[in-house]
């Protein structure tokens, strides 16, 4: 069965800081992968998601992620933060070929950004 | 549009009380639904999901159960709950596209 983990557990960050919060996966087959988002009080909203092609890919609100298989990896970036990205993120991952269709989530990142 | 319900927002019941969490869906047919929890402190956990009619497949043997008794409607139960099933509880469905949606969610307090 798949597996995702996200290491950084609670990020703090001053407005205009760099990110980078880690995910890494375990399954040897064919996966898409997300990245969700959870801002206070509100429900999950999809940030951004790889399916094929470019694995650079770009979200909404400046976010980016990239796929490097080798690594197993599918970290996000945003180059620089604002107070309002204080939510909790989740990477998420599809095993494709398994026919099942469901996410598997990782524990979730908690990032406060300071203005 | 295809949207998602899911009710209540907000539930707090005693423990050995009976529990029915409901979800639909509109705008589209024959979707795949999931229930999914998120504990406090931890990432968001499958608990069931269906492909159908009738077709539930159980991710966690827990003390939950979950039933679909028309095509867009996805319900969770438990006959007793326990102290343990607090957290909270999302229903989702995924379009042919893959974007998974999720409902606002419920949470559930089991006091």
């Known amino acids: 069965a798949q597996s995702v983990s996200q290491h950084n557990h609670h990020v703090i960050l001053s407005e205009a800081a760099s990110l980078e919060l880690g995910c890494n996966y375990s399954?040897?087959?064919?996966?898409?992968l997300f990245w969700y988002v959870q801002y206070p009080g509100q429900h999950l909203q999809l940030l951004l998601k790889?399916?094929?092609?470019?694995?650079l890919v770009k979200g909404i609100k400046g976010f980016e992620a990239e796929f490097i298989k080798s690594k197993f990896s599918f970290n996000l970036r945003k180059p620089s933060v604002q107070w309002s990205d204080t939510a909790e993120y989740f990477c998420?991952?599809?095993?494709?070929?398994?026919?099942?269709?469901?996410?598997?989530f990782g524990s979730g990142t908690r990032l406060q950004v300071q203005p | 549009s295809q949207t998602i319900h899911q009710w209540p927002a907000t539930l707090v019941q005693p423990v050995g009380s009976p529990l029915s969490l409901e979800c639909t869906v509109e705008?589209?047919?024959?979707?795949?639904l999931y229930w999914y929890r998120q504990a406090a402190g931890r990432g968001l956990q499958l608990l069931f999901y269906?492909?159908?009619?009738?077709?539930i497949s159980s991710e966690v043997p827990q003390n939950l159960s979950a039933s679909r008794p028309q095509d867009r409607q996805f319900i969770l139960s438990s006959k007793k709950l326990l102290l343990s099933d607090s957290g909270f509880y999302l229903c989702?469905?995924?379009?042919?596209?893959?974007?998974?949606?999720f409902g606002s969610g419920t949470r559930l307090t089991v006091v």
């Open positions: 790889y399916f094929s092609g470019d694995p």
């Open positions: 399954y040897g087959g064919t996966v898409n």
């Open positions: 989702a469905w995924i379009p042919i596209n893959y974007g998974y949606t």
């Open positions: 269906s492909v159908g009619i009738g077709q």
């Open positions: 705008g589209t047919s024959n979707p795949n």
């Open positions: 998420a991952v599809n095993a494709w070929d398994t026919g099942r269709r469901a996410l598997t």
